[in-house]
């Protein structure tokens, strides 16, 4: 039982454009979300995170989007770099401060030069 | 400040075998969380200990326990190994809580089992 979603087990975007990455989840008790970003042969490195009471969060080049009711976040990376290239993990938990987080299968984001 | 370090880095056992895998968290952090990683599944979650107390679970048999200790350093010990655990075993550590920086991890673990 998947209970986070990531259904493009890949992606390609183009320098300079616009990579998005979606996430949905079915567990209506996740109130914390992160996205992970991991490069091979070392561990998942934090991103951004957002909690169920906001529906957006901005760190620089990175937002991330969150709907509620469709239970649905995503990922946006403006403008894409070719460092940004790597896979991209969601993560999801029960209670904002709880350490177990349920993570998606990952989307592999590959930035054509 | 220094990363978490996860000791060995690769590791190559048969089945039946128990393996011990180790984890040195960020120093400061309490928490300390496992997950096991595998081509089909993703991350899933093991454990969390917390002040040498498991505070959080996963859904994985008995044979995955794992122990920490006062000095927050935590080991993850596999019993009577079968083939399915091949995977890479990721330790994270946190302050306590996610807040907003998430767990920081380390390298993992690359377990094989013939």
């Known amino acids: 039982d998947q209970q986070v979603k990531q259904n493009s087990p890949s992606l390609s975007v183009q320098e300079g454009r616009i990579s998005i990455l979606n996430c949905d989840y079915t567990n209506s008790m996740f109130d914390y979300f992160l996205w992970y970003k991991k490069y091979p042969a070392e561990g998942p490195t934090f991103l951004i995170s957002i909690s169920s009471i906001k529906d957006k969060n901005e760190d620089g080049r990175f937002t991330v989007f969150l709907n509620k009711s469709a239970k649905h976040l995503s990922l946006h990376i403006v403008p894409s770099q070719p460092g940004d290239s790597a896979v991209y993990f969601c993560a999801a938990s029960a209670d904002f401060g709880n350490e177990k987080l349920t993570f998606g299968t990952g989307t592999r984001l590959t930035i054509i030069p | 400040k220094a990363g978490v370090t996860q000791t060995p880095r690769y590791l190559i056992k048969t089945r039946g075998q128990q393996v011990t895998l180790s984890c040195s968290p960020i120093s400061g952090h309490r928490s300390v969380s496992w997950y096991q990683q595998t081509p089909g599944q993703g991350l899933q979650f093991l454990f969390e200990y917390f002040s040498e107390t498991q505070r959080n679970k996963g859904n994985f048999p008995g044979r995955f326990s794992g122990r920490q200790f006062s000095n927050s350093r935590s080991e993850m010990n596999v019993s009577t190994l079968e083939l399915g655990d091949s995977a890479l075993y990721l330790c994270?550590?946190?302050?306590?809580?996610?807040?907003?920086?998430?767990?920081?991890f380390g390298p993992g673990t690359r377990l094989t089992v013939l």
């Open positions: 994270a550590s946190s302050l306590d809580g996610l807040m907003e920086v998430g767990q920081f």
